[in-house]
């Protein structure tokens, strides 16, 4: 049997397939957490060359960027995963947006134009925290879609994402999923904590109360919207080292296959050097 490239290795284990990985496994990688801890520090160093060169392509005149759509549900950790991944690399080179309810003003547009507004610049790499998706999951679970609108609007959304990859965007759409189990932990810990009273929300007991529903949202969402030039990848998000480690991963190997490259100077370097020889500094 070939082996498998390397390149692809985590992306090829962690795309969404018939039936979900269990949300406490590490389906590719390290399986226990000083290990992971060790390997996200090296996938660091490799995570911010790619970005650092990718900005830089942007900056020379590049169109290409990286869009990472994160979905999962309450306390699944996409707060967490911005932080210690995106917090790896330079900041000036991503763009962020954690997406609310949308607010009156986003409520007179169709519920794309303020996707469109937040899509990152050549040479970013874009997070959404939330996205384009709680269009379909919130309305579906409240049922206020019919299968008609839901249809559509899954059309939309593919032909939508088809467009920003021809337009030089890769879309990295992941999931992270967590158990009810260890859910209950999380919220259990952010109100007899203090100092993380701030994160809880009730309305976050309100969308637990409807898990199954949730499930079966995204089930659909994978199987209608998982396409070649934007497939679904889920992360087993129980233990935060794995999640944040895999998530990496799916950046570096992204950024790897595009292959981001320094822009050639347009000046003479030689030239440069001799004449910083010659200038010396006034008092």
């Given amino acids: ?97 954690a997406f609310k309810k949308p607010t009156a003003a986003e409520r007179r547009h169709e519920y794309l134009w303020r996707i469109r507004k937040q899509l990152p610049a050549a040479g970013q790499i874009g997070v959404f925290d939330r996205s384009h998706y709680e269009d379909i999951l919130v309305p579906r679970v409240s049922k206020l879609l019919t299968g008609a609108e839901r249809r559509r609007r899954y059309s939309e959304i593919n032909a939508f994402e088809e467009e920003l990859a021809e337009a030089g965007t890769t879309v990295v759409k992941v999931f992270l999923h967590i158990s009810p189990e260890e859910q209950l932990k999380r919220l259990k810990a952010r109100l007899v904590t203090p100092e993380k009273r701030w994160k809880f929300n009730p309305a976050d007991l309100d969308a637990r109360a409807h898990w199954s529903a949730y499930q079966e949202a995204y089930a659909d969402i994978f199987k209608k919207t998982s396409t070649a030039h934007a497939p679904w990848y889920v992360v087993p998000a129980d233990h935060k080292w794995y999640r944040n480690w895999a998530v990496a991963e799916l950046l570096i190997e992204t950024l790897a296959e595009l292959k981001p490259r320094f822009p050639e100077p347009d000046y003479d370097v030689d030239a440069e050097l001799a004449k910083l020889k010659g200038v010396g500094v006034s008092a």
């Fill in 1 to 97: 049997m070939a082996k498998k490239d390397d390149g692809s290795r985590v992306r090829d284990a962690l795309r969404v397939g018939a039936e979900l990985p269990d949300p406490g496994s590490t389906p590719v990688g390290p399986g226990k957490k000083p290990k992971a801890l060790a390997k996200l520090d090296s996938a660091g160093e490799r995570l911010s060359a790619l970005q650092e060169s990718l900005y830089a392509e942007g900056v020379g005149g590049g169109d290409r960027s990286v869009l990472l759509v994160l979905q999962g549900m309450d306390t699944s950790g996409k707060g967490g995963t911005v932080s210690h991944v995106l917090g790896l690399v330079n900041p000036m080179g991503v763009r962020y947006v």
